[in-house]
């Protein structure tokens, strides 16, 4: 069972393969694993120790890969791969479902006031900037008026989307009041989508001039790089802009056909609880899949990179930190 489930231990690389999507799934299951929020510090110093004692070659005899794996789970799901920093817990890839949740269920509650619409706006772009951030490529540091930046632009597209399309959709004349009710439903998508892709692009924007670090084989720094940086920031919006479709999209379509249902009907106190676990659900299921569409640590062609990278090393292919 060894052999099967853990393979030989690999210090700072994936227990999956990172090549196929299926792979980069697994593995990021284990970074957003919400147990890990129970570690506790000496769990962290322990598991820390075990890895340092493993790079310097003193590891004791009976240490199993199972349990190398496991201690770098946890140092992943906690410690940023940069800075080498703890991640404040809500703002951590393995808080952001248990800690969002309930933010998710308050931008998809039926017929919301327009006070309701920009309270839970402004507090999901909240959170997701704090996310951002704390998860960022942090090789180069960040200004915090550039994250300032980043969290108002996105506040300010969030709640002007979804006021916005509220309006217009209450001063339709061309639809009656049941289908103005279930178009509301949807409108936190539009908003939640553009605001999130708008929220990385305004607070990762030094990095396309300063660039970020890339690194070849043995994790060693060859130079900064615009390209690279590029990249990053379009994979990164990319994975913003899939993420909240299967939250804010799945739980109204099934909420809007379990309300038909006639056990719904005779018991309306169930609509919160039975729409908070779908919420959280789509959201547990979503995150994993969105972060998984690119590598978190992910290849560059050496022949893609600026001349002075392309002069520093003679390997074909380096690697940056993309964030999530």
């Known amino acids: ?139 180069k540091p960040t200004p915090i008026k550039r994250f300032v930046l980043g969290y108002v632009g996105a506040v300010t597209t969030a709640v002007s989307i979804a006021v916005g399309l509220n309006v217009l959709i209450k001063r339709a004349s061309a639809f009656s009041q049941t289908t103005k009710l279930l178009i509301q439903r949807f409108v936190p998508f539009p908003a939640v989508a553009t605001a999130s892709t708008c929220n990385v692009l305004l607070m990762r924007n030094s990095e396309l001039t300063e660039g970020i670090e890339v690194l070849d084989k043995h994790n060693n720094v060859i130079g900064t790089s615009q390209v690279a940086a590029k990249k990053a920031l379009k994979e990164t919006a990319v994975t913003r802009m899939f993420l909240p479709a299967p939250i804010l999209l799945i739980p109204p379509a099934i909420m809007s056909f379990l309300e038909k249902r006639r056990f719904l009907i005779r018991n309306p106190r169930l609509h919160l609880p039975i729409n908070s676990v779908v919420c959280t659900l789509a959201f547990g299921l979503a995150l994993p899949v969105a972060i998984a569409l690119f590598p978190q640590i992910s290849e560059i062609k050496r022949e893609q990179l600026e001349p002075s990278l392309k002069a520093a090393t003679s390997e074909d292919v380096l690697y940056y930190n993309k964030g999530l």
């Open 1 to 139: 069972m060894e052999v099967t489930e853990y393979p030989p231990f690999q210090l700072n690389k994936p227990r999956f393969d990172q090549s196929s999507f299926n792979g980069r799934l697994r593995h990021f299951l284990d970074i957003i694993d919400p147990r890990t929020l129970l570690t506790t510090s000496k769990q962290l110093e322990d598991a820390v120790s075990l890895l340092h004692d493993y790079k310097n070659g003193h590891v004791a005899d009976g240490i199993t890969s199972k349990q190398l794996w496991e201690a770098q789970k946890i140092k992943q799901a906690i410690l940023h791969p940069d800075t080498g920093e703890k991640i404040f817990m809500p703002f951590r890839m393995s808080g952001f479902v248990p800690f969002g949740s309930f933010i998710v269920v308050g931008m998809l509650l039926p017929n919301p006031s327009m006070r309701q619409v920009v309270f839970w706006q402004w507090l999901n772009q909240s959170h997701n900037a704090c996310v951002n951030f704390a998860n960022r490529n942090a090789s």
